[in-house]
């Protein structure tokens, strides 16, 4: 699967999309057997599904992010709610001047808590910007995909995100997740951090995680995504 736009100038220019796609990860610790990129994999493999299947402008992904809650495993970088809120504020005014009025942020890393509010706060005049995969979505796909973990226990490299590494980016997947299962209660996550909750920066089951489940949570998102579209487009 190509996770990464090669468009050229020119392709850009005879697409003349009306709506692009901006893929926003992280790089921090998914345990011991994910890439610290692996939010960024899993925007960018939702984001490619969606632009090829709606035909939109897919957009290099934004890589690092907001996850102060991993600060305590090595190799964890994090940028400022505000600075990822000037990056979303650039990227759409760029893309006004070049005639692209409608922007999809598909987001990798539930600690980007302030994407809600820029786009909260972007449609007040109307629908210009969307941020996806939601709950609702979410649910569905791990539903169509047949995850046996719910959203809550699998909240960190757990089940759904193993597999749809599996499923798209296989050799990234160190060995030993099957044996990588930690569940724990983490109410107090925006405090603590993840180290209060667990010591292998994994809450979930890696264990149940299979590249068909990836593939059809990939495909489920996707085929979800058309609501959203509407929305913008209509």
Do not use: K
């Given at each position: 699967m190509n996770l990464w736009t090669t468009a050229t100038t020119t392709e850009a220019g005879r697409h003349a999309a009306s709506v692009a796609v901006l893929p926003v990860g992280s790089f921090e610790q998914h345990g011991s057997h994910l890439p610290l990129a692996t939010d960024t994999i899993v925007a960018s493999a939702i984001a490619a599904a969606v632009a090829d299947r709606y035909d939109?402008?897919?957009l290099?992904?934004?890589?690092i992010s907001c996850s102060h809650e991993h600060a305590a495993w090595p190799g964890t970088v994090s940028i400022s709610a505000r600075t990822l809120d000037a990056i979303i504020t650039d990227v759409r005014e760029s893309l006004q001047r070049s005639g692209v009025e409608r922007l999809v942020i598909v987001n990798g890393h539930g600690g980007n808590y302030v994407?809600?509010?820029i786009v909260q706060q972007a449609n007040v005049?109307?629908?210009?910007?969307?941020?996806?995969?939601n709950r609702t979505a979410w649910e569905t796909a791990c539903q169509d995909a047949g995850i046996v973990?719910?959203?809550?226990?699998?909240?960190?490299a757990g089940e759904i995100e193993t597999s749809i590494l599996l499923h798209v980016a296989p050799e990234t997947v160190r060995d030993g997740y099957e044996l990588g299962d930690h569940v724990a209660e983490h109410p107090h996550l925006l405090t603590l951090g993840m180290g209060a909750y667990t010591e292998s920066g994994v809450i979930g089951r890696p264990s149940l995680a299979a590249s068909g489940k990836g593939q059809r949570i990939v495909e489920s998102l996707a085929a979800s995504f058309r609501s959203t579209l509407d929305l913008l487009v209509s």
């Open positions: 939109l402008l897919l290099p992904p934004i890589t994407l809600s509010n005049a109307g629908p210009q910007l969307a941020l996806f995969p973990s719910t959203l809550h226990d699998d909240m960190h």
